[in-house]
């Protein structure tokens, strides 16, 4: 295995996790034996003052929604995420704890390869001026408050009015994002490095209005023009905005953004775990579990 002196591996930790933060330091100590040089920080932590240009790989020790956290900071730079899971699902995670060691060397090895993913850009308008934007990794919701009213959005497509939509909200989601917030409201699960977006309606009162796929290159407008409603727009569901009456979120796919460490057919493993049942034989009606 050749490796650079120069080379930076930026290890983040789930935060007040204390398994995930000696696992950090054992890979540190492991990573600096072959002559990287390594930070390990805690999630809460600054991480876009941690990278360099020299930063080779960061790793995350977390769940799904650590791993959402430090790949938002990481969009466009070209730095794979490497994830190591302690969470309960995993679904962007390369390696298991017990097995982060054989991984890592498959990587540096070449032997385990990094996909790329779209991301999703977003803009706030109000008034006709962007006075905010970033980018997601799953997905944007713009959904009501407390109250148990429904939203009245319209909806835009590349400057197709599809009209008013009344729901709950509405979820806007990139392919990676699927398999989230948007399968539970009854949206597609597509491939993560499929360039598209999926939006899903929220409990539409309509009951024809259903998830739309369009290419990653749409742009989509969601205008929220109610008075005393509230409604928020939420990014990966750990930032929140409040809406204004007149207010525009204008989403689009920002394509081959993220770069994850695993290998992407790993999407059909937690299909296979978590939508069907074991084994060959078809279940017979009446089955017991």
């Known amino acids: 295995m050749r490796t650079f002196f120069h080379k ?4 983040v930790c789930k935060t007040s996790h204390k398994r995930a933060a000696l696992l950090g330091n054992e890979v540190a100590n492991w990573l600096q034996s072959l002559d990287y040089r390594v930070t390990v920080i805690s ?20 769940g799904d929604g650590t791993i959402l956290g430090v790949t938002r900071c990481l969009i466009g730079r070209r730095i794979p995420v490497f994830g190591i899971n302690f969470g309960r699902v995993g679904y962007l995670t390369a390696s298991q704890p017990e097995a982060w060691r054989e991984s890592l060397t498959s990587f540096f090895n070449k032997q385990l390869p990094t996909y790329t993913c779209m991301a999703l850009h977003w ?32 909806v835009c497509i590349d400057d197709n009015d599809l009209g008013c939509l009344r729901s709950d909200g509405i979820i806007v989601s990139s392919s990676v994002g699927t398999s989230g917030y948007n399968v539970s409201a009854g949206g597609p699960i597509l491939p993560p490095t ?22 990653g290159s749409t742009i989509c407008k969601i205008t929220f023009s109610q008075v005393s409603m509230d409604c928020y ?18 989403l689009t796919g920002e394509p081959a953004a993220m770069h994850f460490v695993g290998r992407p057919n790993g999407f059909f493993d937690h299909l296979r775990s978590q ?15």
């Open 194 to 215: 499929m360039e598209m977006l999926a939006i899903t309606p929220i409990c539409a009162f309509q009951r024809m209005a259903t998830s739309m796929v369009f290419p």
């Open 275 to 289: 939508c069907f049942t074991s084994g060959s034989a078809p279940c017979e009606m009446g089955e017991q579990a």
């Open 123 to 154: 803009s706030l308008k109000r008034g006709g001026d962007v006075i905010t934007s970033g980018y997601a990794v799953n997905d944007v919701v713009v959904s009501r408050g407390s109250l148990s009213r429904l939203l009245t959005l319209d």
């Open 43 to 62: 999630a809460m932590e600054d991480i876009a003052s941690r990278i360099t240009s020299n930063t080779l790989l960061t790793v995350v020790l977390g």
């Open 8 to 11: 930076h591996v930026l290890i």
């Open 233 to 250: 727009m939420t990014v990966d569901g750990q930032e929140g905005q409040m809406l204004e009456s007149g207010d525009d979120v204008i």
